[in-house]
């Protein structure tokens, strides 16, 4: 993907804070493949087995990715996006068994960061190869 005019105006900082989100949401939703099936899955699948405390954490680092995005300046509307994705989540996670199974699909940390990695026109290859 070819370098946007928005990517050339991030600072070191800036792309730190996107590394982290990106690093977050790959530990959170994607972090190991499940032999057989091949589905990935992450902390969040996890976590998400233990009643009520499992969610609550996991929201609350989905509500980090959101802060970062804020910090980092993106706009309301894809703001607002990333917190329905995360009230998804968060609400389909309640729902036992099948709430966990649906968080193994859902993944909306991955989600999230993939808009403001869109908002940037910076893809996650070209973010681990800059500086």
């Not at 050339?8 to 530990?27: F, M, N, Q, Y």
């Not at 970062?68 to 068994?97: F, Y």
Request: net charge positive.
């Amino acid at each position: 993907m070819p370098t946007s005019a928005s990517t050339k105006h991030l600072t070191s900082i800036e792309l730190g804070r996107i590394r982290r989100a990106v690093g977050i949401a790959r530990l959170m939703d994607t972090a190991v493949r499940l032999p057989v099936v091949g589905v990935r899955i992450g902390a969040d699948s996890i976590l998400g087995l233990i009643p009520a405390v499992g969610d609550v954490a996991t929201s609350l680092i989905g509500l980090y990715i959101l802060n970062e995005a804020r910090r980092l300046g993106i706009p309301n509307d894809k703001l607002a996006r990333m917190a329905v994705n995360l009230g998804i989540d968060a609400a389909g996670g309640t729902v036992p068994l099948l709430g966990d199974l649906f968080d193994v699909y859902f993944k909306s940390h991955r989600r999230n960061v993939v808009i403001i990695l869109d908002h940037f026109g910076i893809s996650e290859d070209e973010l681990n190869r800059r500086i």
